[in-house]
């Protein structure tokens, strides 16, 4: 093996600093490699070997053709979100009829689970707990195809039925985009009117979508990476709180530390999800996304790709998800289990425009794995910043970054005060 080719679609700082490790370690055995990516510009520093921009609607046929042109040997896709994800999966199928093994889940059980709807039935199945809820289908609302006038109605028997406030997410979509909440029967009734417009498309404003009961709980997600009889199970990580209002990926607070009793109810859940992996044929990375509440895991999505919280995982067990993708790409073996989380991983913005100097003085304090722009569909969100400290050094972290704060007005107030509270729970 002498080329490895990464598939990416969004920014590569996001993957930092683990893909450079990554590429590194590959270079140290001989082995270049290639950074395909769709998004964002990419430096020595940001990927240590060959770089190639391809245009962002860059077809899995043409994305395919650069790999091979290139003399891959083998590919791994490090891409996000699911829409892209299914374009790898695509790419995926093209290489590897061309002999290059691609590190993607395949292509059919990649349309399921970018699919929420089918997603749902599948964790049913499984005996994974999903909220209750039912699909909306744009094209019966729009009245395009078979007419069924009792449509409207079917859907508010089903809404009544599970209870107010709902709420809607598209089937199709990422990062809590399009997401509305539904309070009442007359909220209900607005979502599925018809839309402006002249011609049959603009007949219905509504896109296809999972409606589901409102749970309340703490938002959260784990990476598991590997292939079918070998699976690695990343610590949870902790990413918000999910209730009626839909809230930005990003906004509050993001780590990975002890917690006791969430991490013993997780340990069946994760044996659950291993299974399913193996059933559908898990190839690289799934993430899930979680509501933990009243002591039960409720699975709200299954993506198949790697996560928006995948270095906050790295960061707190010592795994390298990106080392692991060229591990199975170069076909050595995986350490299977669950990866023991090594300490606290804690990830925040930061702001617009992280000066230098503070970033500095923020190293010298404490452990920073990554510090850059966080950039989602080319809008700039400010920087964002991942710290780590070991159990047993959260006062010492505290006094720290509240001198920093004192000096420096960073991390803000409301920043530091939910790192405080996290850490002296």
């Known amino acids: 093996m002498r080329k490895i080719a990464f598939l990416r679609s969004v920014r590569i700082q996001r993957a930092d600093p683990y893909i450079q490790q990554a590429v590194r370690g590959l270079a140290a055995d001989g082995i270049e490699a290639g950074l395909f990516h769709t998004s964002g510009t990419a430096g020595d520093d940001d990927f240590p070997g060959h770089r190639q921009r391809l245009d962002r609607g860059v077809t899995p046929r043409e994305l395919a053709d650069a790999v091979a042109a290139w003399g891959a040997d083998a590919a791994v896709s490090i891409s996000l979100p699911c829409e892209n994800a299914l374009r790898d999966a695509a790419t995926k199928a093209l290489l590897d009829a061309a002999g290059i093994p691609t590190v993607m889940t395949p292509l059919a059980a990649t349309m399921l689970l970018v699919d929420k709807w089918e997603t749902k039935q599948l ?30 109605d079917a859907l508010r028997v089903q809404a009544g039925r599970i209870g107010y406030p709902l709420m809607s997410k598209p089937v199709w979509d990422s990062t809590s985009m399009g997401i509305r909440t539904l309070r009442s029967p007359a909220d209900l009734d607005a979502f599925l009117a018809p839309g402006p417009g002249p011609s049959p498309a603009s007949e219905s404003a509504v896109v296809s979508t999972v409606v589901e009961q409102v749970v309340e709980g703490d938002l959260c997600s784990v990476d598991i990476v590997g292939r079918p009889g070998s699976y690695r199970v990343l610590p949870l990580c902790w990413t918000g709180r999910a209730g009626a209002e839909p809230v930005f990926t990003f906004a509050d607070l993001r780590w990975c530390g002890p917690r006791a009793e969430a991490d ?162």
């Open 123 to 152: 964790c049913k199945q499984a005996g994974l707990l999903v909220p209750d809820g039912f699909r909306v289908d744009s094209d019966l609302l729009a009245g395009r195809g078979l007419p069924v006038p009792g449509y409207r």
């Open 264 to 425: 013993a109810a997780f340990a069946e859940v994760a044996r659950t999800l291993v299974d399913f992996c193996a059933t559908m044929g898990v190839h690289g990375s799934v993430n899930v996304d979680m509501i933990y509440t009243g002591g039960r895991f409720v699975i709200l999505e299954i993506n198949p790709r790697i996560g928006g919280a995948t270095t906050l995982s790295c960061a707190a067990s010592g795994t390298n998800t990106f080392t692991s993708l060229a591990r199975m790409a170069r076909g050595l073996p995986l350490t299977g289990g669950t990866a023991q989380r090594t300490g606290w991983a804690i990830e925040f913005l930061a702001g617009e425009g992280l000066p230098p100097a503070v970033l500095t003085a923020l190293r010298r304090r404490v452990r920073v794995v990554t510090a850059h722009e966080l950039v989602i569909d080319g809008a700039s969100h400010g920087d964002i910043v991942v710290i780590t400290l070991a159990e047993g050094e959260e006062d010492r972290t505290v006094k720290s970054l509240t001198e920093l704060h004192e000096a420096t007005g960073f991390p803000a107030a409301d920043v530091l005060r939910k790192i405080s509270s996290l850490l002296n729970r």
